[in-house]
């Protein structure tokens, strides 16, 4: 599976829009992109994935690039609950195919 | 439905102890998996299973046993604990189509003196 690369950390205001970036560099053509996050320490919760379309659920949306070299996962309209570590991954489909987790990216959200 | 259910949810073992952890899902997943978090890091597998009667390896199986009776559970055994097991510890499952999200339980806090 392709490896992502994510910034560390990031802060955004409550109430204002959340862009979490992401680069999957080596990604292939049978790989998706998915989202993760953890709150606390919690297990960590399946927010959204797509191939190369944007996607959009009541969680969240994703943007993917054209060339699907990187995406941004986008939280609307960020709360104080938002604050986790959200995780990028790319996973092929198959029957076996595996989550491999890197840190993530950690987002705090201020009041 | 209850989802995936570990337990216990907090354990601590003397070096040298056995236990199991265990994990249950009533999705009826084909798919499942334990991994394992140390403090700062993202999570990394220990093994995993595609259904009943088989089971795998993942990144960090050495320690660790596995089987699968059943599509409903899939526990984890540690024979002899060590201190560097100490951990939190997630199982996760998924339907076996090729795109479907997992779903983790809520860990199991493992300390091992």
């Known amino acids: 599976d392709a490896k992502t690369t994510q910034p560390p950390s990031m802060d955004c205001a409550e109430g204002r829009a959340a862009n979490l970036p992401c680069n999957h560099s080596?990604?292939?053509?049978?790989?998706?992109v998915y989202w993760y996050r953890q709150i606390h320490s919690q297990g960590p919760q399946y927010i959204i994935h797509?191939?190369?379309n944007n996607e959009t659920n009541e969680m969240a949306s994703l943007i993917i690039t054209e060339d699907r070299k990187s995406s941004t996962l986008i939280l609307p309209h960020a709360t104080l609950r938002d604050t986790a570590v959200y995780y990028c991954?790319?996973?092929?489909?198959?029957?076996?195919?595996?989550?491999?987790f890197g840190k993530g990216i950690t987002l705090s959200v201020r009041p | 439905n209850a989802g995936v259910t570990q337990t216990p949810k907090f354990q601590v073992l003397k070096t040298g102890q056995s236990m199991t952890l265990q994990c249950a899902q009533d999705?009826?997943?084909?798919?499942m998996s334990w991994y394992r978090q140390d403090p700062g890091m993202g999570l990394r597998l220990i093994h995993y299973s595609v259904g009943a009667g088989i089971t795998d390896q993942g990144e960090v199986p050495n320690g660790y046993n596995v089987s699968r009776s059943t599509t409903e559970d899939f526990p984890l055994r540690l024979l002899s604990a060590a201190p560097s097991q100490t951990s939190v510890y997630f199982c996760?499952?998924?339907?076996?189509?090729?795109?479907?999200?997992?779903?983790f339980g809520d860990g199991t806090r493992l300390s091992i003196l």
């Open positions: 991954i790319v996973r092929q489909t198959g029957a076996n195919s595996k989550l491999t």
């Open positions: 996760a499952s998924r339907d076996q189509g090729g795109k479907q999200p997992q779903h």
């Open positions: 080596t990604i292939s053509g049978n790989e998706y």
């Open positions: 999705m009826n997943h084909e798919y």
């Open positions: 797509g191939l190369k």
